[in-house]
């Protein structure tokens, strides 16, 4: 009983891959324990999966687990070699679920160290004897313990394949070399096994270059963060102290007509406490000269009334409220309805300015553009809904469909606007686009006549016959003019041919921040036109010029 005690003693302190006592024990992420330089180097053999393995569970780990030292089994190792107790020899290495098994025992089987892959077996460590010793043996390949090697027979006549067949990709005996694979390109297996590494290899200079460009990418953008961090916190700062200046601003226009509303009060009201006093002082002599009429009314003796009634003086000019001209009854009610019209157009002027401010904010884009999308599917995921904005749309031009349509007609008495091209018969979309946009329009034009796809600036010269207020004629706008069959681009009165044969239907993709607005021509296919690559200032809006009667050209719903 004792000595079976003893043995599961010496079994506990026996690493499982040298099956040698524990030498420096560690432990694993799973619990297991093994000598570290055994462990160290079953790892290093799967360094190139990239993944790492416990031999006994078989459990993996990523990335390569930090060994640490088991303490309390070291120590006790310690005692054991005092207490002169052996650990378990090889022999005593049983072969568990997981492990290969030794094929040359019987009985209890004992686990393999080694797999020999031209004798198609596995060895634990006292039957592994043989192989070292025996000079025939000696050229045996050794690999690590495999319950594949069955795999390495041929099936069709038993015999371990040592070709490749590169025509099929497969592995192959000689035999088969010879008769199914007759005049096909066959190696040997150890030949096509050094160029899959030489493959491999240059597989992993590739893997291991790109691991060195995102490096590189990665130490670039920290400073991209921290100045991205530093612009917000500028941007911040800034729009903080733009908008408490303006707060300070109404608060001082609020101070003001508190001020002035005061002090015409105070005016007001020391007119109208004036007026009180001098009504009142005149009620008193009123009442006093009253008072004196009576008595001399009352006077019986004859002689005294007529006597003392020259001498009574004649009543002034009567102050009393029947004179007083009062205004109806609103006092400071205009003021009221001052301020709260100049709220409304205040409102009015944050409204116009939200959206393009919100626009810019969720457009800023630090990173590299992306690339510009090729199907139109792609286009498709920054469609943009474009409607026109009747204000700017000149007297020759009808807006229909959800002001998505806009046709050639006769002149329409349109009110006038200063937003309005008075000339040229173009018209602006109400959107402001920037970041990602597409479009697509669809024109309709008369035989001589010319339809302008464009995007321009808000401040194009509107009024009059200058050619400031042309798509295409200044630095403000870009267009695309379709002529008979055929395009021609026009920026800054520099006109440049298009290829491509005409369609129905023009894309427009817009990306502000990287500079880029392209046109399309949109059929099965998408077809560029004409490619910009330029700096834009400010955000720009969608733009359509016809030139003759019966043209029409309609933004598409693409959603």
Known sequence: MEQQENQLDRERFCCSICVDPLKDPVTTGCGHIYCRSCINTHWDKEEERGSYSCPQCRQTFTPRPVLVKNTILAD??????KTGLQAAPA??????PEDVA??????RKLKALKSGLVCLASYCKKHLQPHPQS?????????EPSEKLQENICSLHKEVMKMFCRTDQQCICYLCSVEEHKDHDTVSAEAERTERQRELGLRRQTIQQRVQDIEKDVKLLQPEEE????SADKA????????TELIRVLEKRSSDVEQQIRSQHETEVSRVRELQERLEQEITELKRKNHDLKQLSDTEDHNQLLHNYPSLSPLSESTHSSSIRFRPLRNFEDVTAAVSQFRGRLQDILRG???PIL??????????????PETRADFLRYSQEITLDPNTVNTYLLLSEGNRKVTYMSKIPYSNHPDRFTYKPQVLSRECLTGHCYWEVEVERSVIGEVGVAVTYKNISRAGNSVECFFGFNDKSWSLFSCRKSYYFLYNRIETPVSGSWSSRVGVYLDHSAGVLSFYRVSDTMTLLYRVQTTFTQPLYAGVYLCSYGSRAEFCKLK
Request: charged share 30%; hydrophobic share 35%.
């Open 76 to 81: 006790s190792l310690e005692e054991l070699k």
């Open 135 to 143: 000079a025939a043996l000696k050229k045996h390949k050794l690999v």
């Open 227 to 230: 100045a991205l961090n530093g």
């Open 359 to 372: 626009q810019i904010v969720s457009q800023v884009d630090v990173l590299l553009r992306q690339p510009e």
């Open 91 to 96: 022999d005593h290495c049983n072969a568990g």
């Open 236 to 243: 911040v700062e800034d729009s903080e102290e733009i908008f």
């Open 353 to 355: 300015t939200e959206t």
């Open 102 to 107: 030794c094929d040359v025992c019987t009985g």
